[in-house]
């Protein structure tokens, strides 16, 4: 039987708003750039490499560089997950930026005393992290704490379970074609177009 018959295909998600909704923050053409070609590209690879494990395991490939076909999956796969997250995560001009409300207000304000604290905090973080990748605020199941953490590239593991709250994209294709190496002003700017209710709405999902 095959495994590809059991496996419903990754998807493009729908941009949750035009490409040029995040201006003057993040221009159009970088959303253009960025949705339709990244992460269009994310899924498709996602899809060739799960194809190319579906031969490598009914054996019609008989050479083949394993470890190189996991990376490819896991950066494939995570790209897309990763960048679902990111777009829904913002809004259109006027309706993002200003401060988080509900359970994330008071999660924020117990662990960081105030919203202007994690802020800082966030972008410090944000702009220690070298080269490529991303910044998320997750929840931890455990303790019921918010977590920050950075990650290189699309991280190393499958990621699609980790309770992502609030993420951050800092590959040079997310700011480039408007902020050039001036990194921390796109992530500076990023802080406008933040949906918080739809951070509020991702929190709410997994606190039980
Ligand atoms: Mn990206």
Known sequence: MSIQAQLKKYELPPLPYKTTDLEPYIKGEIVDVHYNGHHKGY????????ERLEKVIKGEVTS???????????FNINGHKLHSLYWNN???????????GGKLADLIEKQYGNFDNF??????????LPGTGWTVLYYDYENGNLQLMTFEN???NHIAEL???LILDEFEHAYYLQYKNKRADYVGAW?????WDDAEKKLQKFVK
């Open 90 to 100: 913002m809004a259109p001009q006027g309706k993002g930026g200003g401060k988080p």
């Open 163 to 165: 309770p992502i709250v």
């Open 43 to 50: 899924v498709n690879a996602s899809n060739t490499y799960v």
């Open 191 to 195: 802080w406008n177009v933040v949906n």
């Open 119 to 128: 802020k800082k905090i966030f972008t410090e973080t944000a702009n220690s």
């Open 154 to 156: 699309h991280f190393q």
């Open 64 to 74: 083949y560089d394993i470890q190189g076909l996991m990376r490819m999956l896991v």
